[in-house]
């Protein structure tokens, strides 16, 4: 008996556990009869009302995809921290404390300076990334235990034209509005003019923040010409 993908409708073998196409481990229980029928077979009324189901029982959940959303980018940022860079905030925080000790109680020489410096610095560094890693586990069993939940909630919901991944209500609400505009005919028509859009955006935010620092730039450049010049001045007339 043929089955489909629980996630993107792809026929499967009646034996398989996971779907070649998506990679999605599949759940018997779960296994709609027929596939996702794909947007582009769908006329616009049609399309359009399905995604009208799909965002009012999503909105449902749209308080669990905001916090999925948080972890995801909390993950991210804390995936970008070095050790390198905790030793040396830490470091930075040993060498104002040896300037405090240096002032008020008159610590001073090579050996004190390094072994508050840099004993700041590794022990700090240390418990700061410990501290991280712990915190990213407990992210990560957060994060599995809401996607799970969340496609648990999705796979409710019959005939959704959108895929798991963009089934956050916002982004559906973005591409219903899209294809009412009739900037797209297609799901993923709409899902292309989003990262479109949000490339431009991008790209303008960029030219943007260019010119700002070129008139930074500028005006510092024009500040210092003037103050030359009134230097100058100020140095011909006391010569005279």
Known sequence: ?????????HALPSEAKFCNAC?????????????????ANLGRPVLLKRLDD?????????????????LVAEKAARQSRSYAGSVFGFAILGLIVFVVL???????????????????????????????VKRLEVIEREITGTERGLRSHFSELR??????????PRVVSEIRRLISAGRADTVKEAINCMIEDA??????AQQQEIARQAKKAADAAGTASLFTAATFLSITSKRR
């Open 159 to 168: 005939d959704c034209p959108v895929a798991f991944e963009y089934s956050n």
């Open 54 to 70: 799909a965002i009012a029982h999503l909105s449902r959940k749209q308080q669990h995809y905001d916090y999925f959303d948080k």
């Open 199 to 204: 490339h431009r955006e991008k790209v303008l």
């Open 102 to 132: 240096a002032l008020f109680f008159e610590i001073s020489g090579w050996p004190a300076f390094f072994v508050t410096v840099l004993g700041i610095g590794f022990m700090g560094g240390t418990w700061s990334n410990s501290a991280n």
């Open 23 to 39: 990679g999605t481990r599949q759940d018997a229980k779960a296994m709609p009869a027929e596939p996702r029928a794909s947007s």
């Open 1 to 9: 008996m043929a089955k489909y993908c629980v996630e993107c409708g």
